[in-house]
């Protein structure tokens, strides 16, 4: 059997039988000696045109490029292209993924040049000579480019040695910053003063700057390469622990220094806002759902969900790195705050999902009715009072540090406020991506005295909950609890309902990281001036739901009238801003951990 991959869309025209699914179009072939390819086929998802890359038959493992570039379209008819016959067996099945690829590249591998680490510290070194020389722009371009292409095909290890190459021995020189230091300390004529402060200017200016400005002002999509050199600073001061300290504190400030050029070629001013729909792009749809980082994107019907009635997605996009998005949003509109991920994000089935629990989602139920009440491509306004922003992504991780999320925040709420004068409810349903892992720590640290974030009748409900007592509470429940095995006890669950929450209300408001709140998500959003507003129990069931939160999911309220205050008191004096069912389970949770303890 010869099985053929199309770039994730069918193009067959000889065939008698189709069998769908979700996610996999299976065809059967009737000839015996060749199967016709041609350039337009049928697809069921979209009366969009779409790409495709390439075509490939895989039989005993041998993978071979049949076609790429067509364009596919619904009921297309394709008799009127030529044909393109290909020799395969008596009986072949023909198999289309819906989660295809769009990037323009191939699967072919790639020529890979091999690089000496030795030749890329010579062409570092004559580009930073450079800096002080009058040479023609065509030898900088050349010597930039030859570094650019070395630098792509170097390993990890080469590419640390590179670029801790260049973070020791292009550094400022010590002995000249003293020395300028003690010139302008002596100097007092006010003229002079100011020279030399222009000197000690550019002896601050590390030598690698320069490079790195013509790099970003040189290479075709150089700032994304200076991106992707940060990225490559921080992965190795993260993964290097027997990094020595000079080389680890060299990179940092390397690191620091690409920040803040960064943050200069970003700032808000020079992104646009770009609304993302089904009419968009093949590979701008493709990198949204690859970029996805919260709520992963299982196929084309997710993603077409995503950008469709009721949904909205923007994204942040640089003139310099066309067709990438930088930070991404998706909002859904609704008549009320979601409590439940499914309802946002699975909306598209039209039908109630039954979790593996058998536990039914009523908010599913009643978001479902809403699409049904308009037809595929239409909306009510009047049902559009609420944005719920579910998902930010970050895709640069070279541009971590720099808050980007603010900004497309804001735009996002005035461009929905302009497409619905009626909208008046704008909020958050966020994950809490360190609960977990806060908690089982919490628990490790109260083994002896679990009365700190257990109650004796709660201790009780629990052990029940175990099919009866439990001769070792604690190594029961760390283990339920590491292994999400009590997500598949019903009365496990009810029974931890009440700590879980009261213990994540404690995580989120009062555990802190240099007075800000620990949590990084909601550190993000208090800064941008949200309140903290609703804590909601069993609310994303997927596994990365229950491994990072055990499920649970907050709301934060942006309160239009109210954003500046609350930033400011979180910046200023720490305060956080919180609605009462979260300062009240927060304080539960802080008086338990004051009672006597008592043996368990």
């Not at 700190?452 to 029961?476: Q, V």
Request: one cysteine or more; hydrophobic letters at 40%.
């Amino acid at each position: 059997m010869a099985v053929y991959y199309v770039g994730g869309l069918p193009k067959a025209h000889a065939f008698n039988h189709v069998m769908r699914s979700a996610r996999l179009m299976t065809i059967k072939a009737t000839t015996t000696k060749t199967t016709t390819f041609h350039g337009r086929c049928f697809w069921p998802l979209s009366d969009q045109r779409r790409s495709y890359n390439y075509c490939t038959r895989k039989m005993n493992g041998d993978v071979r490029l049949l076609k790429r570039g067509a364009s596919v379209a619904q009921l297309q008819s394709p008799s009127r292209f030529q044909p393109e016959p290909i020799p395969m067996l008596a009986f072949e099945e023909l198999s289309f993924a819906e989660n295809f690829t769009t990037s323009s590249r191939t699967n072919l591998p790639k020529i890979i040049e091999v690089v000496q680490v030795d030749s890329v510290y010579d062409t570092i070194k004559q580009v930073i000579e450079l800096r002080d020389r009058s040479i023609s722009s065509l030898t900088l371009e050349r010597l930039v480019k030859k570094f650019c292409q070395a630098y792509e095909n170097l390993d990890s290890q080469q590419k640390q040695d590179v670029l801790l190459h260049l973070a020791s021995k292009y550094y400022i020189k010590e002995e000249d910053l003293k020395v300028k230091a003690a010139e302008i300390v002596h100097t007092k004529e006010y003229e002079i003063l100011m020279k030399k402060e222009q000197e000690l200017r550019t002896i601050l200016d590390p030598p690698y700057n320069w490079l790195f400005s013509k790099l970003a002002q040189i290479q075709q999509n150089g700032v994304k390469f200076l991106g992707d050199i940060r990225a490559d600073t921080l992965t190795i001061l993260l993964e290097s622990k027997s990094l020595p300290n000079d080389q680890r504190l060299a990179l940092k400030t390397m690191s620091g220094h690409l920040k803040e050029l960064l943050t200069h070629w970003f700032s808000a001013g020079l992104l646009e806002l770009e609304q993302v729909t089904w009419q968009s792009s093949c590979s701008m749809l493709q990198k949204i759902s690859e970029y996805e980082a919260v709520h992963p994107v299982k196929s084309w019907a997710d993603i077409k969900s995503r950008v469709g009635p009721y949904r909205r997605c923007f994204v942040f996009t640089h003139r310099s790195m066309p067709g990438e998005p930088i930070v991404v949003l998706h909002v859904a509109l609704t008549t009320d705050i979601s409590a439940s991920i499914a309802s946002v994000v699975k909306h598209h089935r039209g039908r109630v999902l039954v979790s593996a629990t058998s536990i039914e989602s009523e908010d599913l139920n009643e978001s479902a009715n809403l699409i049904r009440k308009g037809s595929e491509n239409t909306e009510d306004p009047a049902l559009c009072t609420t944005a719920i922003f579910y998902s930010i992504t970050s895709t640069q991780t070279g541009l971590q540090g720099i808050e980007l999320g603010n900004s497309l925040i804001k735009l996002a709420v005035k461009k929905l406020r302009e497409e619905f004068p009626t909208m008046n409810a704008f909020s958050t349903l966020s994950p809490v991506p360190g609960f977990r892992t806060w908690l089982l720590k919490t628990l490790q640290m109260s083994k002896s005295n679990l009365n700190e974030i257990i109650t004796d009748e709660e201790k009780a409900r629990i052990s029940l909950a175990f099919y009866g007592p439990t001769d070792n509470f604690f190594d029961s429940l760390f283990t339920a609890l590491k292994t999400n095995q009590w997500a598949q006890n019903e009365k496990l669950r009810s029974a931890l309902e009440t700590p879980l929450m009261r213990l994540c209300a404690k995580y989120l408001y009062l555990e802190k990281r240099r007075n800000f709140a620990l949590d990084p998500v909601a550190n993000f959003h208090l800064r941008n001036g949200a309140a903290m507003w609703r804590l909601n129990w069993w609310a994303d069931l997927s596994p990365r739901g229950l491994t990072n939160s055990c499920g649970i999911m907050v709301n934060y309220r942006y309160y239009l009238d109210k954003l500046e205050d609350n930033s400011t008191k979180y910046q200023e004096t720490k305060t956080v801003e919180a609605s009462e069912q979260v300062r009240v389970l927060a304080m539960q949770a802080k008086l338990e951990a004051k009672k006597q303890p008592s043996q368990l």
